[in-house]
């Protein structure tokens, strides 16, 4: 299941997101600043977005799968990001998956790179995904089962406005760390751009969110 794996580091900042551009809207500002600063930052996806949109540039889940994989190492080369580790749990149906699996995903990462932050999607999933709640629930068990002593610092991401629909609202948590990363807009919007097949999602991130391309906002657990 593991498509690619690298040597032990340590690192600065850690994600743990489910799918292909979950890393990039809301957090690859901050991940530019630490490379430039001279960090190591890292990035775990579990699944390989076969089940997304395609806009007619691949005809199978299989090919899209490839189509995405291809469209995120572009991605991740436009944002400097050192350590990927790219998983095969299946797009949609996190929540199906035995549970343990995902938590030891999320817990033999935290142990082996000992990143200072880890960055993951809040109980809400921000949306409502199942998968983006999957993740929250399989990152947030390996937290809680390290020594504390041990544990990163735990960031979720966090929207500045509350979601719409009363169902994500009770979960909803409000930004605490808000990282200006404006001078970082034009690789950051390439970044995006590399994500072909997700056209449809830029757009509407971009209609809905245009202020978090400059300035992205985390909720420090």
């Known amino acids: 299941m593991l498509a690619h794996m690298t040597a032990p580091t340590l690192m600065k900042l850690l994600l743990i997101v489910p799918h292909p551009d979950d890393e990039v809207y809301g957090a690859a500002g901050t991940l530019m600043e630490y490379v430039e600063a001279g960090h190591t930052v ?3 996806t579990l699944t390989k977005g076969e089940a997304g949109r395609t806009l007619g540039l691949a005809d199978s889940p299989e090919a899209l799968g490839k189509l995405r994989e291809a469209e995120l190492k572009a991605c991740l080369e436009e944002i400097g990001v050192q350590v990927h580790e790219h998983l095969g749990f299946p797009d ?5 998956q035995p549970f343990e699996p995902l938590v030891e995903v999320a817990r033999s990462a935290m142990l082996r790179h000992r990143p200072e932050t880890v ?3 809040p ?3 921000s949306n409502g995904h199942p998968d983006h709640v999957t993740t929250h629930r399989a990152v947030k068990a390996a937290w809680d089962s390290l020594p504390e002593a041990e544990r990163p610092v735990l960031w979720y991401y966090a929207g500045p406005t509350p979601p719409e629909q009363p169902e994500l609202q009770a ?4 930004p605490n760390i808000e990282r200006d990363v404006s001078r970082f807009i034009t690789r ?3 970044a995006i751009a590399c994500h072909r097949t997700q056209a449809l999602s830029t757009v509407d991130f971009i209609r809905r969110f245009a202020a978090r391309i400059t ?3 985390f909720h420090q657990v």
């Open 42 to 44: 890292g990035l775990v």
């Open 92 to 96: 949609k149906y996190l929540q199906g």
């Open 119 to 121: 960055l993951t999607f």
């Open 123 to 125: 109980p809400n999933g």
């Open 171 to 174: 979960e909803y948590l409000p």
């Open 188 to 190: 950051k919007l390439t």
């Open 215 to 217: 300035t992205e906002t």
